[in-house]
């Protein structure tokens, strides 16, 4: 079985996306769909169209699955509750306060048109949030970490962007060691936003900008910087195309809990990763379910799904034999 893969956007997520269906062979890319001009997007795949995000109104019978590369905050609240009413679909929605509304909108329409969503996949959230439950479960007296990086925020660099005189910008997100070190170490920390992470921005200026204002403007900017301890370096935009231009990022979660009658025994999960390409890994894990969205619609399981929802056999391309001879 062959499943059909539409993708809708082509930024550095849908070019993840892209790849990553070449390295599945029971998935074949179908079609990209955009809001520019179909013909100035110049695909990697041999003999894959690209379509007006106009003509989604009437393919329905050419995909089983679409990719949904959006942004969280404009594209995505939007484009899921609508494409989910023709398609099965798959999101990265990742403004966690926010899951709870977008997960109600998209169940519905999911379920009046009898199609399957799968929302907020990635690795955060995504695997994070899996490896945050399992741990509930297993260590009931505990407390959960989750630290961010060394990696690109692309959301906060976006915002160091929109300051008049930026020419362009990245934030790295890095998590403190010394935050890291008294978990790992069982001792139950309570520890404040600042002391788990640190902001370093690098940013090119605009000619003539006045970069004390520019440096104060990151540095003060709530919601963003001024909960943290932010470093500002201002460089060249050689500089910064030489050493900047990746998309590297990474992270731990941990659950620190105790067993026994009285406590006596501490234990720790670590999850971590550790990533080249954020967009590349993100893009592999809404393949995987891709793939697990189409199983569930064939067995009619409507609806919209979490990652929660999802059991890993759906994710794989063995069958649940070579599952437990190989991976069990």
């Not at 023709?86 to 379920?111: G, L, Q, R, W």
């Not at 893009?283 to 199983?295: D, G, H, P």
Request: proline share 4%; glycine share 8%; net charge negative.
């Amino acid at each position: 079985m062959i499943i059909r893969i539409g993708i809708v956007g082509y930024g550095n997520l849908a070019r993840g996306v892209e790849s990553s269906v070449n390295q599945n062979p029971d998935m074949k890319l179908c079609g990209v769909f955009t809001r520019r001009a179909p013909d100035s997007i110049k695909l990697k795949t041999d003999g894959v169209k690209v379509f007006s995000i106009d003509d989604l109104k009437t393919m329905q019978n050419d995909f089983d699955v679409l990719i949904l590369c959006g942004g969280s905050a404009t594209d995505l609240p939007e484009q899921t509750r609508e494409y989910v009413s023709m398609y099965n679909v798959i999101d990265s929605f990742d403004t966690h306060a926010k899951i709870p509304e977008h997960f109600e909108n998209v169940n519905e329409e999911a379920i009046k048109s009898s199609r399957v969503a799968i929302i907020s996949c990635g690795w955060d959230p995504g695997m994070f949030s899996l490896s945050r439950l399992y741990s509930n479960c297993i260590l009931p007296d505990g407390k959960d970490y989750t630290f961010w990086g060394k990696g690109v925020s692309q959301g906060h660099s976006d915002a160091i962007r929109r300051i008049p005189g930026v020419k362009n910008g990245k934030q790295y997100t890095i998590p403190i060691e010394s935050a890291l070190d008294a978990v790992r170490s069982g001792s139950n920390p309570e520890l404040t936003t600042r002391q788990k992470h640190k902001r370093e921005c690098y940013v090119v200026v605009e000619e003539g900008a006045d970069t004390d204002a520019i440096e104060k403007a990151i540095v003060t900017m709530p919601n963003y910087f001024s909960d943290y301890d932010t470093t500002v370096h201002f460089i060249s935009e050689d500089e910064f195309n030489l050493k900047h231009s990746g998309m590297a990022h990474g992270g731990f979660v941990f659950r620190s809990g105790k067993t026994g009658f009285n406590g006596e025994n501490n234990h720790i999960i670590e999850y971590s990763i550790k990533l080249d390409s954020n967009p590349e890994f993100t893009a592999n894990v809404l393949i995987a379910y891709a793939r697990a969205a189409y199983r569930l619609y064939l067995d009619k399981q409507y609806g919209c799904k979490t990652v929660f929802d999802v059991a890993p056999s759906l994710m794989s391309p063995l069958s649940p034999a070579d599952q437990r001879k190989t991976l069990l």
